[in-house]
């Protein structure tokens, strides 16, 4: 399988304190990874070096062919951390439009129409970021994310403090953008939310790649 | 890098440089003649514009290797752009204090704006925050990059305060400084003068270079630990 | 050329923040008003201190007005990790940062706006000032500061003491054109002396320094 997301000997100190230590893998289009680890293992930090917002300071990786953190790759990745990235001032279709036109997309009206439309949130358009409840305010913060079609998700505790009905609409929202084709890596505390939906497994321990699983292919 | 060779010249070029400063400084005190109008105070100048001409040698080192950081991310460059900030900004302490202690009992003032004084000034606050830029920014890739950028800025910046304190002072014209010290000086007091000259220099150059290493060295330690903690379980 | 829509995105949604979450415009306004008042206290403010150094009260005003909308540039971004956003998206550099000195430079120039004519007023400006030149120094002097403070303010936000950084960097590399705004105001003001001269030295420097600035942006906006 051609890898699309790969991770060679990656590693980040923060002073001399080591977050992550080389972690490698690689994973292939369509699949959904869940990234374990007890709090302060590295996966946040993880993430953000894949999503372009932290440097490495060792090694490499590579989103499509493209090295995270340049432009190509940014293109190509969705990144839905702990914060919206939303500012509360603005309404949600604001906030798209804004985020539309950095992607530089054609039709910017259009995708933001259409990615509400994936998160089923279209209700939520006209209202102000700041007035909205944790689950509304991800669901807008996830069409951020899908507004310029990446084809690599990545999601940080996206579970965390969503009520039951939400959490099942995300579930089957992650699973339509998984069989549609995108890589996704969702790191979570909650083993039942992601463990059925994901198709491999990446475990760090202490900033150390522990353990990965099934299809994510092996690389010591 | 090899320590062993490299530190043997140490001892020799501090003494060297030692040797060169007593000579300046015997000559400024005993072998220069006393100025006729201003009498004694007027030695300082020996150190005075000499301070200043290695604070800019300095400067400008922390410019260049700016620029070749900013065009190959050499962790050589930024250390000697640290050393040449970090010793400039001595050397100019240095000019800026031996000013005013010249300027008193001269002209009855302590502060004269006489262009090269302002500019010292300016240029004295901009390597000032550029220090503490660095102070401050978490290491790692992120401080040599702002300090290269913000040392680019300065060098647009000395010329174009150059050119607007000297028309500010144009209209308001004050004496000169050092009136007549620059041309006609006396034969001694030239050999006094281009001694201190080559004295400050060396000092500037034995600084930055001990400067250098040591930086070098600090990064050699951070990485040494980095790799002792990846080998952690 | 989307690089120029991206720049008008960019001032369009920080004006709109501004002006919805109103209590930071007022806030700043009203900062600058009480400076000028404050000044005026302070010197003791007369028709003949204005004539010898008007030109330099003024702008110290207009530089603390300056200093507190540059500030609010990237704490803006603070708000919910937005900075992450604009981060990892791959507009280029150059674009974000001219959006967010657009914005600074219209958000001050509104503060001078409230400034000016209570200097005038507060510190009994002459009658026969050229208010024309004062505004056109105004311009190209606040475009200087605005240019020089969103760099450095966006520099400032890796570091731990931002707001104090911000006027740390700032003006030490303004003292030219601080030189010549004052100068200039001066002369406006009723001094003596020719401003011409002033003026193109702003200009030169606004051009240079804004060149520089978008040249060097990507070193501003960079991850850790």
């Known amino acids: 399988m051609q890898p699309f997301l790969t991770c060679q000997r990656v590693s980040r100190f923060f002073g001399d304190a080591a977050v992550l230590r080389e972690v490698s893998f690689t994973c292939g289009a369509g699949e959904l990874v869940a990234l374990w680890g007890a709090n302060g293992a590295g996966k946040t930090t993880l993430l953000r070096v894949l999503a372009g917002a932290l440097r490495p300071t060792g090694g490499t990786a590579t989103v499509g062919g493209a090295a995270v953190g340049t432009a190509a790759a940014r293109r190509q990745t969705g990144f839905l951390s702990h914060g919206s990235l939303l500012h509360p001032a603005l309404t949600v279709e604001e906030n798209l439009r804004f985020y539309a036109t950095l992607f530089a997309l054609e039709q910017p009206q259009a995708a933001v129409e259409a990615a509400l439309e994936q998160v089923r949130g279209e209700h939520l358009a006209g209202r102000r970021v700041g007035e909205l409840s944790q689950g509304m305010r991800q669901k807008a913060a996830l069409a951020r994310c899908l507004l310029h079609q990446p084809r690599l998700l990545l999601l940080d505790e996206p579970f965390a403090s969503l009520d039951r009905a939400t959490v099942a609409e995300l579930r089957a929202c992650l699973a339509g953008l998984r069989d549609g084709g995108m890589t996704l890596m969702v790191s979570s505390h909650q083993e039942e939310a992601v463990a059925d939906l994901a198709t491999g497994a990446l475990t760090l321990e202490r900033g150390r790649l522990l353990a990965q699983t099934e299809e994510v292919a092996e690389r010591v | 890098m090899n320590t062993s060779t490299r530190t043997a010249w140490i001892p020799l070029a501090g003494a060297g440089t030692l040797a060169l400063l007593l000579v300046a400084l015997w000559w400024a005190l005993i072998g220069a003649p006393t100025e006729a109008t201003m009498g004694t105070v007027q030695r300082i100048f020996y150190y005075h514009a000499p ?11 922390n410019a260049l290797a700016s620029l070749a950081y900013l065009a190959k991310r050499s962790m050589r460059a930024d250390a000697l752009a640290v050393a040449g900030a970090e010793v400039g900004l001595a050397f100019l302490t240095i000019n800026l204090i031996t000013g005013p202690i010249w300027a008193r009992p001269v002209w009855g003032v302590w502060w004269v704006w006489d262009p090269r004084l302002t500019l010292t000034l300016a240029m004295w606050v901009m390597y000032g925050s550029y220090l503490i830029l660095r102070q401050l920014t978490p290491e790692g890739g992120l401080q040599p990059r702002l300090a290269a950028a913000l040392a ?3 060098a647009a910046d000395i010329p174009i305060d150059y050119m607007a304190i000297r028309w500010w002072r144009g209209q ?10 620059d041309s006609g000086l006396a034969p001694r007091m030239l050999v006094a003068f281009l001694l201190s000259m080559a004295a400050f220099l060396a000092l500037m150059g034995f600084l930055v270079w001990l400067r250098y290493r040591q930086e070098l060295l600090r990064g050699a330690i951070t990485q040494l630990k980095q790799q002792r903690a990846l080998a952690e379980a | ?35 000028m008042v404050i000044f005026s206290f302070a010197f ?8 010898r150094a008007g030109g330099g009260l003024l702008w110290v005003a207009f530089l603390f007005a300056a200093l507190v909308a540059l500030d609010r540039a990237f704490l803006r971004e603070t708000a919910e990790g937005a900075l992450v956003g604009l981060q990892t998206s791959p507009a280029p550099r150059a674009a974000l940062l001219g959006g ?4 600074s430079f219209v958000l001050i120039l509104g503060l001078e706006a409230i400034l000016l004519p209570l200097f005038a007023v507060l510190f009994n400006a002459p009658a026969h000032a050229d208010w024309g030149g004062i505004a056109l120094t105004t311009v190209l002097g606040t475009w200087a500061l605005a240019a020089n403070g969103t760099y450095f303010s966006a520099m400032s936000v890796h570091v731990r003491q931002r707001g104090l950084l911000l006027p740390l960097l700032l003006l030490p590399v303004s003292i030219p054109a601080i030189l010549a705004m004052v100068q200039a105001t001066q002369v406006y003001l009723g001094g003596e002396g020719v401003a011409n001269y002033w ?7 606004d051009i240079i320094f804004t060149a520089l600035g978008l040249m060097l942006a990507e070193m501003a906006l960079e991850v850790e």
Do not use: C
């Not at chain 2, 308001?172 to 010290?181: D, N």
């Not at chain 3, 003791?44 to 004539?51: E, Q």
């Not at chain 3, 967010?100 to 914005?103: D, G, L, Q, V």
């Open chain 2, 51 to 61: 301070a200043a001409l290695a604070a800019w040698v300095a400067f400008g080192l």
């Open chain 2, 152 to 154: 680019i800025f300065f």
């Open chain 2, 172 to 181: 308001h014209p004050s004496p000169v400084l050092f009136g007549g010290a």
């Open chain 3, 1 to 35: 050329m989307s690089d120029w829509g991206i720049f008008a995105a960019m001032l369009r949604r920080d004006l709109r923040i501004e002006l919805r979450t109103r209590e930071a415009l007022l806030a700043m306004g009203f900062y600058a008003l009480l400076v």
């Open chain 3, 44 to 51: 003791s403010a007369d028709a003949a201190l204005t004539a």
């Open chain 3, 100 to 103: 967010k000195f657009a914005s």
């Open chain 3, 199 to 205: 003026l193109q030295l702003l200009a030169g420097y």
